[in-house]
């Protein structure tokens, strides 16, 4: 989304020619207006610039989440929970004592070894990890522009939802643990819980394995979500978060990966999703990092007993989110097979 609405026609040179052209052409004469014919929203979707139309699918997908219990003037030892309106609660998570991020910084330190082996993924990998995706699935802004749309909406969408359990939780980074981590890139200025990097990678891999009808488990499924957690283990070789981190992180992208799903469904459907309880316990039971199942798996060994279950809700519908999903998916009909229904229907 761009951070002004200059382009390459505002400087003085151009403007002063486009006066002076005008000057010379117009007919001082003619002044009548003609309207042009008035359209639905719908129909002026594809007339407005990119940045437009994600602005408008970030704000529909953030619509439906309640971020509950919000007091910046406390600490909230019992962690944060993100619901979905009318419905229940999606995903709570509860913030580990200061005693368990002590107890891996020996990981932070062990995994500090890797820094001069990995160094180029993790500087190409600060922001949007775009060369990363495309070296897995074949898309270029010429050739998938709805793609790029989609997934950039997601990444903003992300970033919303993070940093509300990043605030809330207030989590110190291992640096301010530790003099010895070092981080070999400048920290960033948010909490280190959950990671930002894991929720974004899990939901762009979730979403591209939709797009691209990969079987759960097929080659390119099991590539994607594999990235996914190396460039979250990344942050940790980095300094800039801990193993507990990525966890939480990956289930939040698993989670808005399906709330995503739901609302691009081109028409009104039940969504009733378990809500997954995050505890420290729970993380803990997952054993090292290096033998985590997949986060499809963790999300399942978290969720609640069905009689706690969220509300049956609705959603979907006539969206820009829905359009712009649509439109993405077109670009990537020649990899679907017939058995294959159209992901969010």
């Known amino acids: 989304m761009p951070f002004t609405l200059m382009d390459a026609y505002a400087n003085p040179q151009h403007a002063q020619a486009l006066m002076l052209s005008r000057e010379g052409t117009i007919n001082p004469l003619d002044v009548a207006g003609h309207a042009p014919k008035q359209q639905s929203p719908a129909q002026m979707l594809w007339r407005w610039e990119p940045w437009v139309r994600q602005s408008l699918a970030v704000h529909e997908l953030l619509s439906p989440l309640v971020f509950p219990d919000m007091n910046a003037a406390e600490w909230a030892p019992s962690g ?26 020996a990981q932070v330190l062990r995994c500090a070894d890797l820094r001069e082996d990995r160094s180029q993924e993790i500087l190409t990998q600060i922001d949007g990890q775009w060369a990363h995706w495309a070296s897995l699935v074949p898309m270029r802004p010429d050739l998938t522009p709805r793609t790029f749309e989609v997934l950039n909406v997601a990444l903003q969408w992300a970033i919303a939802v993070e940093l509300r359990f990043k605030h809330e939780l207030a989590c110190w980074r291992p640096a301010d643990y530790c003099a010895q981590v070092q981080p070999m890139v400048t920290t960033p200025g948010h909490g280190t819980f959950p990671m930002g990097h894991a929720v974004q990678c899990f939901l762009m891999a979730g979403l591209l394995q939709a797009l691209t009808h990969a079987e759960e488990g097929s080659p390119l499924a099991v590539q994607l979500h594999r990235s996914a957690f190396r460039m979250s283990f990344n942050r940790i070789v980095a300094g800039l978060h801990f193993p507990v981190d990525l966890a939480a992180g990956m289930v939040i992208g698993h989670v808005l990966t399906r709330c995503a799903l739901a609302l691009a469904a081109p028409t009104p459907q039940r969504f009733a999703p378990r809500p997954l309880v995050f505890s420290v316990a729970s ?25 706690q279950a969220i509300g049956a809700t609705v959603t979907g519908g006539p969206a820009v989110w829905s359009a712009l999903w649509d439109a993405a998916q077109q670009e990537w009909a020649h990899r679907a097979t017939p058995s294959q229904p159209r992901q969010g229907s």
């Open 283 to 307: 993380y803990q039971a997952l054993g090292p990092i290096g033998g985590w199942p997949t986060a499809a798996e963790v999300c399942r060994r978290l969720e609640v007993p069905l009689p």
């Open 80 to 105: 944060f929970r993100m619901t979905w309106r009318n419905g229940g609660t999606l995903l709570s998570l509860q913030r580990p004592a200061p005693a368990l991020f002590e107890a891996e910084i």
